[in-house]
């Protein structure tokens, strides 16, 4: 199978008016970079391309032309079972990933049963110049960290974070929010003593009033601690 073919079974399942939103949701792709198949059909997709022949030379042609391949990319990677193939499939990959959607729905069933091989390949993303890799690696210390594998040292990660980037603040602050539903007690100093950059904090506090995991009473309390500009 080679990649225009899997080009034309894309364009075979385009929905154009699903195009035209992804363009205004998804700004740092080029509109004509988009084909516009929905998520079901490329998980679909992605189930029945993973075995066939020619399949490898399309995961390793990078960069590709359209987003929806480097979704489908994310969604063939995500089934991979063996996790040393796995791993090398998602590290070539992430230098290429250049949008919030395919980096945050790439998620590696195999990685479940490799925490703590994970934990030294996520510090390293979190340490790139990156801006998809760094919101890939926070992604997986969400994913797979805050519940029974959940340490403390991994927030403190998180909250040294400081970027410019919007994409990566606003995962920090998902991060948190997620957190704070989780491991409440544990994570709250993070907020209260004010480690993150106030926008950032700022965000993660209006994502946690948001939350439906999150009692009201504790909702009120973080409302207090939000930061004022200008302080």
């Not at 195009?19 to 079901?40: E, W």
């Not at 992430?94 to 479940?112: E, G, H, R």
């Not at 040294?160 to 544990?186: D, G, H, P």
Request: aromatic share 12%; hydrophobic share 40%.
């Amino acid at each position: 199978m080679k990649s225009e073919d899997i080009r034309k079974m894309l364009f075979d399942l385009q929905d154009v008016k699903y195009r035209d939103m992804q363009v205004k949701i998804i700004p740092t792709v080029r509109p004509d970079a988009i084909i516009g198949v929905r998520t079901p059909e490329l998980r679909k997709l992605a189930k029945e391309v993973a075995g066939e022949e020619g399949i490898e030379d399309f995961l390793n042609e990078l960069p590709h032309t359209y987003f929806d391949e480097n979704q489908l990319h994310a969604f063939v990677i995500s089934g991979i079972k063996d996790y040393t193939k796995c791993m090398e499939k998602v590290e070539r990959f992430l230098p290429f990933v250049d949008n919030w959607a395919t980096c945050d729905q790439m998620s590696p069933k195999i990685f479940k049963k490799h925490r703590q091989d994970l934990t030294e390949k996520i510090r390293s993303w979190i340490a790139s110049d990156k801006t998809y890799t760094v919101r890939f690696g926070i992604g997986m210390l969400m994913e797979h960290f805050l519940d029974e594998d959940f340490d403390l040292a991994y927030p403190d990660m998180v909250s040294r974070i400081r970027s410019e980037e919007y994409y990566v603040n606003m995962m920090i602050a998902w991060y948190f929010a997620t957190a704070l539903a989780k491991q409440y007690e544990a994570v709250l100093p993070f907020i209260e003593e004010g480690r993150l950059d106030v926008w950032t904090h700022n965000k993660a506090i209006q994502k946690s009033v948001e939350s439906y995991r999150i009692t009201q009473e504790r909702k009120e309390y973080l409302k207090t601690l939000k930061i004022k500009k200008g302080k």
